[in-house]
């Protein structure tokens, strides 16, 4: 059974960096047939999809949030990364780690909890 | 981008009910449409990938259907565990998916 774990902190201040990671057991992150993705959900809001990376290092992001983003792989750590630049208020969000299969439709069928950022000084 | 919109965005049911949820893709997207579920706290669970086709582990009381730009999911038989928001995603558009604003599903 594979388990995602997000990690990181739970409070950023505006303009600086908000780093999370997601830890993957149960599996491994440079197996074939999957993407690493990070999605997103606003205070009361619904669910808005980051971005993803192969175990190749291709990475898909978000239009919106390309210019500030950065997904990453250590595959020593079994773990991704996600790294958004010069956040604001509008980046408090709880953010989620999933895995894709790509041979499944491109459907996020492993989620982790999620972890709640606050951007705030 | 290509836009996804559900309907109702909220709706009331007892125990025991048929449910059905719409969601509408702004484009053909075939028949790349996948149904979550998602309770408060928790994480996000994948119920129909494909449209149609039921995720390993999930109840047969879930079923989807629909193509190109109309998609329904349905609940028959409501249970007291299917109260949550559910939320269409589509992955036609593989460098930008999109999920639609979700539909939450509340006790009558």
């Known amino acids: 059974q594979v388990q995602l774990q997000e990690s990181g902190p739970g409070l950023v201040k505006p303009s600086q960096t908000l780093s999370l990671t997601c830890a993957v057991s149960?599996?491994?992150?440079?197996?074939?047939?999957?993407?690493w993705s990070w999605i997103r959900q606003h205070p009361g809001k619904g669910l808005e999809w980051i971005g993803y990376i192969h175990y190749s290092g291709t990475t898909y992001y978000n239009p919106s949030l390309k210019s500030r983003l950065t997904i990453s792989l250590d595959t020593s750590k079994n773990q991704f990364l996600l790294m958004l630049t010069s956040v604001t208020a509008a980046d408090t969000a709880v953010y989620y780690c999933?895995?894709?299969?790509?041979?499944?439709?491109?459907?996020?069928?492993?989620w982790g909890r999620g972890t709640l950022v606050s951007v705030s000084s | 981008d290509i836009q996804m919109t559900q309907s109702p965005s909220s709706l009331s049911a007892s125990v025991g009910d048929r449910v059905t949820i719409t969601c509408r893709a702004s484009q053909s997207i075939r028949s790349y449409l996948n149904w979550y579920q998602h309770k408060p706290g928790k994480a996000p669970t994948l119920l129909i990938y494909?449209?149609?086709t039921l995720q390993s582990g999930v109840p047969s009381r879930f079923s989807g259907s629909g193509s190109g730009t109309d998609f329904t999911l349905t609940v028959s038989g409501l249970q007291p565990e299917d109260f949550a928001t559910y939320y269409c995603?589509?992955?036609?558009?593989?460098?930008?998916?999109?999920f639609g604003p979700g539909t939450k599903v509340d006790i009558k």
């Open positions: 999933a895995r894709v299969t790509y041979g499944g439709n491109y459907a996020f069928d492993y």
């Open positions: 494909a449209a149609s």
């Open positions: 995603q589509q992955s036609y558009n593989t460098d930008h998916v999109t």
């Open positions: 149960g599996g491994f992150i440079s197996s074939g047939g999957y993407y």
